[in-house]
């Protein structure tokens, strides 16, 4: 039997959160105006959130498993959401659509193990693919518009990606809570 880490918290102003208020980088004073720029908001927020439950892992803790049969880890998540991230610029363009990353299906888990090299080159490949999926979707201002082969509408995308990012950092905060008991949303 695994031993289970002592739940604990590094904030010390609300026991259920990640971080204090004045330390938490999502935190900010005023609310974002317009509809564009609230799921901006949003998305940036729920990215940075990713992140933070990563932070202070070695490669090794990143790369620990959930539970069986799942391959699901913190660095599995990482790898895929820069596939998903590519996968929303195929949808986006009318032209061929991009390989995919990692190759075969389930190869972003599959390869998500405990080398420092797989880490460093998991947030290389999400920062490049988030950076390239926000260019072109920055050159649609028009949440109505309909784009790619699908002629999926902007704001279902931008739905669709936070969505996505939120769904992960809850299994997110599960995992690391796993991982060395840290709590906190």
């Not at 490949?125 to 950076?131: F, G, N, S, Y």
Request: with cysteine.
């Amino acid at each position: 039997m695994t031993e289970q880490p002592e739940r604990w918290t590094q904030a010390t102003v609300y026991p259920d959160m990640w971080a204090d208020p004045g330390e938490d980088p999502r935190n900010n004073e005023s609310s974002a105006d317009g509809e564009l720029a609230t799921l901006l908001d949003f998305l940036a927020n729920y990215r940075i959130t990713l992140r933070m439950k990563c932070e202070g892992l070695d490669p090794g803790q990143l790369a620990r498993r959930s539970v069986p049969p799942s391959t699901m880890s913190l660095l599995g998540l990482i790898r895929h959401l820069a596939e998903v991230e590519r996968d929303w610029q195929n949808w986006i363009t009318d032209g061929e659509p991009l390989p995919r990353l990692y190759g075969a299906k389930d190869a972003d888990f599959d390869g998500a193990v405990a080398e420092q090299s797989v880490v460093d080159a998991a947030y290389a490949d999400l920062a490049r693919e988030q950076a390239a999926t926000d260019a072109e979707l920055a050159r649609h201002a028009d949440l109505g518009k309909r784009v790619g082969r699908e002629r999926i509408a902007v704001r279902e995308l931008m739905v669709h990606r936070i969505e996505e990012y939120a769904r992960h950092c809850g299994h997110a905060d599960l995992l690391r809570e796993c991982v060395d008991g840290r709590v906190g949303q």
